[in-house]
């Protein structure tokens, strides 16, 4: 009996990882579209970009990705000494305080004034974009994911693809189904900011402060842990 709790303690459901991928594509495609044709989310692509303006020898476009690049790190490091100073490694709490908080910053941006620079808010998106990267990679009991951006998960449904129609494993196609919804709500997200865009502009990303919202409610109550 403990260790069934113990499995359901540690099973993440698939909604939670659907929510938060759906808002990395929105980060995506929102940076992307209005602030610069920047991937605040996918730091592979700002650092070819860098590469080429490096090449170039454009130092503003250098600078351009590369606060980007860096505050995604930042992220990442200020998230590990928050889950382990202050959670305590409890990584239920830093979900939820890392869901309120991105919720909240992209309430902050969107009523940004007009002329804000487009560095001041894709440093932003990427810093939260690590957040999501850094906590959210777990669905299921066992499966892992890529909450920001989807190569990582086009491997993982190509694995459990291939395992579920040649080898026979029922449980691997079934994840494999898993991880095609995740990519479809990466979509998702990247579609919905073309068309809110287009109708209230840079409001559009309370649609991800709503995401996050949402987020909240999938997540267990951390005192279980």
């Known amino acids: 009996m403990q260790q069934d709790g113990a499995a359901r303690r540690g099973k993440v459901p698939v909604r939670l990882g659907m929510a938060?991928?759906?808002?990395?594509?929105?980060?995506?495609?929102?940076?992307?579209?209005?602030?610069?044709?920047?991937?605040?989310?996918?730091q592979t692509g700002n650092i070819?970009?860098?590469?080429?303006?490096l090449a170039q020898g454009s130092w503003p476009g250098v600078l351009h990705y590369l606060v980007s690049i860096l505050a995604f790190v930042t992220g990442i490091m200020l998230s590990k000494f928050v889950l382990v100073s202050v959670h305590k490694g409890n990584s239920r709490h830093m979900q939820r305080t890392v869901a309120i908080f991105e919720a909240l910053a992209f309430v902050v941006i969107a009523l940004l004034p007009p002329g804000v620079p487009d560095l001041l808010v894709n440093v932003t998106i990427s810093f939260c974009a690590a957040l999501s990267f850094e906590?959210?990679?777990?669905?299921?009991?066992k499966s892992v994911y890529s909450s920001v951006f989807c190569t990582g998960n086009l491997r993982s449904l190509g694995?459990?693809?291939?395992?579920?129609?040649?080898t026979g494993n029922r449980h691997e196609l079934h994840?494999?189904?898993?991880?095609?919804?995740?990519?479809?709500?990466?979509?998702?997200?990247a579609v919905v900011c073309k068309l809110l865009i287009d109708v209230v502009g840079q409001l559009a990303c309370l649609s991800i402060s709503i995401l996050f919202l949402l987020a909240t409610r999938f997540i267990s109550d951390p005192d279980e842990e």
Do not use: P, Q, W
């Open 20 to 42: 938060v991928i759906c808002a990395g594509g929105f980060m995506d495609a929102y940076s992307y579209l209005l602030h610069g044709k920047v991937f605040a989310t996918g």
């Open 48 to 53: 070819v970009l860098l590469s080429l303006n």
């Open 135 to 141: 906590n959210f990679r777990t669905f299921g009991t």
């Open 159 to 166: 694995e459990t693809l291939y395992d579920g129609l040649f």
């Open 175 to 189: 994840r494999s189904m898993r991880y095609a919804a995740l990519i479809l709500s990466f979509c998702c997200g």
